[in-house]
Nanobody, 125 residues
Framework: VQLQASGGGLVQAGGSLRLSCAFSGRTFSTYVIAWFRQAPGKEREFVASISWSGGSTYYADSVKGRFTISRDNAKNTGYLRMNSLKPEDTAVYYC???????????????????WGQGTLVTVSS
């Protein structure tokens, strides 16, 4: 499995970005997709995840109501739409995938087998 994250960049506070995660190597629709982020000097933290079908989504409290995770199984791609961005959202964003897992562990990086290379999001104040 390979994951390729893209779409990061520099944006002003209050702005929006959409990240993409291109998936290849296996059947995309059988993998849970998640987004994590890591700010300088901080641990990697859970942002959002989406089930195989896209019917269930989960968010960190810090992004709930501002970020939307989605997927297009026909295009083998996951997305993270980020609105109302804040300077504290500045981080490298990673997409991750796992085929089966205990849902209670969805927020832990160790749950996921596969990772993209990360894309930098910088939010200026």
């Amino acid at each position: 499995v390979q994951l390729q994250a893209s779409g990061g960049g520099l944006v002003q506070a209050g702005g929006s970005l959409r990240l993409s995660c291109a998936f290849s190597g296996r059947t995309f629709s059988t993998y849970v997709i998640a987004w994590f982020r890591q700010a300088p000097g901080k641990e990697r933290e859970f942002v959002a995840s989406i089930s195989w079908s896209g019917g269930s989504t989960y968010y960190a409290d810090s992004v709930k109501g501002r970020f939307t995770i989605s997927r297009d199984n026909a295009k083998n791609t996951g997305y993270l739409r980020m609105n109302s961005l804040k300077p504290e959202d500045t981080a490298v964003y990673y997409c991750a995938a796992v085929s089966s897992y205990d849902p209670r562990t969805r927020a832990f990086p160790s749950t996921y087998n596969y990772w993209g290379q990360g894309t930098l999001v910088t939010v200026s104040s």
